[in-house]
């Protein structure tokens, strides 16, 4: 069986984006080292990313090219784009698509982000572990990386690294009772 595994930036007060969706404020951070904050580790690892709608249309306008070939990714979102032969959208019966694809066979998967797919898949118990890169700034506002309440679960912590460029990743595991 596959893993789900969260690999997300955040900020000091919890915010993964600016409020309109903009992630200059991580781009923009420095890293004089170069550090990847084991982000080739992760995506090794895995075969097929979750993201939300969002986060899509901020990599698409982003860049130039599409960062993962090599993986099969699932845009979660009610606005259906054109699929690819690797790039697939999920409009209906979400947590039923993700857990027949977490049954499978092959590399984990990486969940990317939106707030709102954290969610649905926190309070379906589909995550298995997350990797959260704390990133020393303050936005004072955006979107939380946990919105709309998630139901309460219980996690540990299996590893902790501070960067030098100032970044803080800490590695939970999903603790089932």
């Known amino acids: 069986?596959?893993?789900i595994r969260l690999y997300i930036a955040v900020s000091l007060d919890g915010f993964i984006a600016r409020p309109d969706g903009d992630l200059d404020w991580l781009i923009q951070f420095p890293n004089p080292s170069g550090t990847d904050h084991g982000y080739n580790e992760l995506l090794q690892s895995v075969d097929t990313l979750i993201m939300g709608g969002a986060t899509y249309r901020w990599l698409l306008n982003e860049g130039s090219e599409w960062p993962y070939k090599?993986?099969?990714?699932?845009?979660v979102s009610h606005q259906k784009g054109s699929p690819s032969e690797s790039i697939r959208?999920?409009?209906q019966q979400v947590v039923e698509t993700i857990r027949q694809m977490k049954a499978g066979g092959g590399k984990d998967i990486w969940l990317v982000g939106g707030g709102q797919v954290i969610t649905l898949l926190l309070n379906e118990d589909l995550i298995?572990?997350?990797?959260?890169c704390y990133i020393p700034i303050i936005l004072g506002n955006g979107i939380p990386l946990f919105p709309d309440r998630p139901k309460?679960?219980?996690?540990k912590v299996t590893a902790q690294e501070l960067y030098d460029s100032g970044i803080l990743k800490i590695n939970f595991n999903k603790i089932t009772r």
């Open 152 to 155: 309460e679960s219980h996690w």
């Open 1 to 3: 069986m596959k893993r």
């Open 70 to 75: 090599d993986q099969t990714t699932y845009v």
């Open 89 to 91: 959208f999920i409009s």
């Open 128 to 132: 298995d572990e997350m990797q959260i």
